[in-house]
């Protein structure tokens, strides 16, 4: 019972955004398929990281939650879970991230307490800047980098132009995501690009920072040389980006869909079809 609780505070099932493009960064690192050893501890890694920064987020925003319509029902709103277990749950999760990262290799252990230091940091962010959405898509856009160095023991540029994209990729859903509590954040003066400049405004934003993610990973391709496999995998998530923000758009009830759905595929696609242009180009 309480393994499930703790599912559903993390929202286990949406690290599914992010788990992909480390699996990518790492095929990229390794230019074909790295060693299951390397894919474990990096699965781990990425595991414990998200779980943490959740757990994080949920408590340190329990009482927001609670005034929010939205989120009243929420594990710890409904005290469902104690915060001494969330405490402990977060501790676990950072374990597993340092424990991992000191199996992949030494340069992975010692920037291991910078990807802690943002996981633990964006939660902050809405209380004081409208750019929180860039703070939360620059945390997971480290994914691909942390995988990259996880394989290669290296920083290089390409994970970087991979990470940027996932930045503006992932601020540009969350842009849509918070749409729904606009209001809310106006009235209990939180941050966010919504609050500031409206539901409009913030959908061409969305455009704007999604145009930008597909013009990096276009680019990307480009720079390691990648093959037509990639360039098909680059073109359907142009589409799926398109999609997703026409949805939005034009019907403003599929938030959900969107955010959740179409991310997913966008994620899963563009590692398939790196790993595919790797294997069979």
């Not at 599912?7 to 788990?19: C, Q, Y």
């Not at 992932?170 to 539901?199: C, N, R, T």
């Not at 995998?233 to 938030?255: A, H, M, Q």
């Amino acid at each position: 019972m309480k393994i499930k609780l703790i599912m559903k505070l993390v929202k286990f099932e949406h690290t599914i955004f992010a788990l992909p493009f480390a699996y990518m960064g790492a095929v990229l690192a390794a230019q074909g398929i790295p060693s299951w050893g390397k894919v474990l501890w990096i699965t781990l890694a990425m595991v414990g990281a998200r779980s943490a920064a959740m757990a994080w987020n949920r408590l340190v925003d329990w009482e927001i939650d609670a005034d929010n319509p939205r989120t009243k029902d929420r594990v710890l709103p409904k005290n469902l879970l104690s915060r001494l277990e969330v405490v402990i749950f977060i501790i676990a999760s950072l374990t597993l991230l340092l424990i991992s990262a000191w199996n992949l290799n030494p340069l992975a252990f010692k920037l291991s307490p910078l990807a802690v230091f943002l996981l633990i940091f964006y939660s902050y962010t809405k209380r004081f800047t409208w750019l929180c959405h860039l703070v939360l898509g620059f945390t997971l856009g480290m994914a691909p980098v942390g995988s990259w160095i996880g394989v290669t023991g290296q920083i290089s540029l390409a994970p970087f132009l991979v990470g940027i994209a996932v930045m503006f990729w992932v601020a540009g859903f969350d842009i849509i995501y918070a749409i729904q509590d606009y209001e809310f954040d106006q009235e209990h003066g939180l941050y966010s690009i919504p609050a500031k400049f409206g539901p409009q405004t913030s959908l061409r934003v969305t455009v704007i920072f999604h145009t930008i993610t597909f013009l990096l990973l276009t680019f990307v391709g480009f720079y390691l040389n990648l093959s037509w496999f990639y360039a098909i995998g680059i073109l359907i998530v142009g589409i799926l980006l398109y999609v997703e923000n026409t949805l939005v758009k034009s019907d403003f009830e599929k938030v959900k869909f969107a955010f959740f759905n179409i991310n997913s595929v966008v994620s899963i696609t563009i590692f398939v079809f790196t790993l595919a242009d790797y294997l069979f180009s």
